[in-house]
């Protein structure tokens, strides 16, 4: 949760002054553009237009001339206090920042935000760069340093490979690596962590994991997606029935244990290991039931005595000796040599 600043002055107050400058018609537009009347809602400029009688165009450049006035005013000449102690709350917060984030600082209330919004907006120092395909809307103070952390995410991002996760601490590690050369100051934690939410293409999952934004693994949208996060968080094989427990627990997602056991049989990512207990593909558990595991360990090894079977199929799978010994009788798929090691037929 983002602290709010505390701040010598009152948003509200400050922008009643900046907009005394302007005509009765410049304010109203402008307090509309904004929402910065009792309603948080800030109107089109078609809507504007249509109560005016005028066009959307024409709006725009009383909007854009009503600006250039304040700016050029005495009022906000007198007001560069002011705009000094917002620019150094965005330089404390990291020097550029998510606009989402930034109000969030500001203030919680939706209204009070709009407020600080149009103070940003006038403001000469404040620069604000449009979402695209990359980053979501941010401002800046400091155009080279901005440059220098969006650079340095751009590298971040190209070292993940589509669905590797990793842990929050060793991705802030990676970043730092790549920004040696940065003031002291912004390099914590919480600063890291601010700049890495100014991205559309890294994010984290609700197990604090970070990864490529556009992976199952990150934006997990079904029962299979959390059952895989919920298994690879435990480490170990897992019951489909804990599974279930902690998707709900994790993800606040109601998960019926039968649903969740379908899932894990209709997805590869997922093995059988023992009875309900289910282990990731990718921490090399081999497939099938017991007696294709002997299988697959004969073709690999070549012929096995009975307690060389036993041992290496009791790593791929959590079942009793004697369900492998009642598999390898079968001669249907087992046969023994003149050494009693055991072969495929």
Do not use: C
Request: glycine residues 6%; aromatic residues 10%; charged residues 35%.
């Amino acid at each position: 949760m983002s602290e709010r600043i505390d701040l010598s002055f009152k948003p509200k107050e400050i922008v009643k002054r900046l907009l005394s400058v302007l005509t009765k018609r410049g304010q109203d537009i402008l307090i509309s553009r904004y929402g910065l009347g009792s309603k948080t809602a800030k109107f089109t400029l078609d809507a504007i237009g249509k109560k005016y009688g005028i066009t959307r165009e024409r709006v725009r450049q009383i909007e854009n001339h009503s600006l250039f006035i304040i700016r050029k005013s005495k009022v906000y000449k007198d007001l560069e206090p002011v705009f000094a102690e917002l620019k150094k709350v965005i330089l404390d917060l990291g020097g550029i920042i998510s606009e989402k984030d930034l109000l969030k600082h500001l203030s919680k209330d939706p209204n009070v935000q709009n407020y600080f919004y149009f103070l940003l907006i006038i403001g000469e120092e404040f620069k604000r760069e449009k979402a695209d395909e990359e980053f979501k809307h941010h401002w800046h103070v400091d155009r080279e340093l901005a440059e220098k952390i969006k650079s340095a995410l751009r590298k971040l991002y190209s070292s993940l490979s589509d669905d590797e996760l990793v842990a929050e601490g060793d991705l802030v590690s990676s970043f730092l690596e790549e920004v040696k050369d940065l003031n002291e100051k912004y390099k914590n934690e919480e600063v890291i962590k601010r700049w890495f939410s100014i991205s559309h293409k890294i994010d984290k999952n609700p197990l604090g994991e970070w990864g490529r934004a556009s992976s199952s693994n990150v934006n997990a949208k079904g029962m299979r997606d959390y059952a895989f996060l919920v298994i690879r968080k435990h480490g170990s094989p897992i019951h489909f029935k804990e599974v279930a427990k902690a998707i709900t627990q994790y993800f606040n997602k109601k998960a019926h244990v039968a649903t969740t056991h379908n899932e894990l049989i209709k997805d590869p990512r997922f093995v059988l290991v023992g009875r309900g207990l289910y282990a990731l593909s990718e921490w090399g558990y081999m497939s099938g039931v017991v007696k294709d595991v002997i299988k697959k360990i004969l073709e690999k090894e070549g012929p096995l005595m009975k307690d060389k079977i036993i041992e290496k199929v009791l790593k791929e799978r959590y079942v009793k000796e004697n369900t492998i010994l009642v598999n390898l009788q079968n001669p249907k798929y087992f046969k023994k040599d003149s050494s009693g090691r055991y072969l495929n037929a």
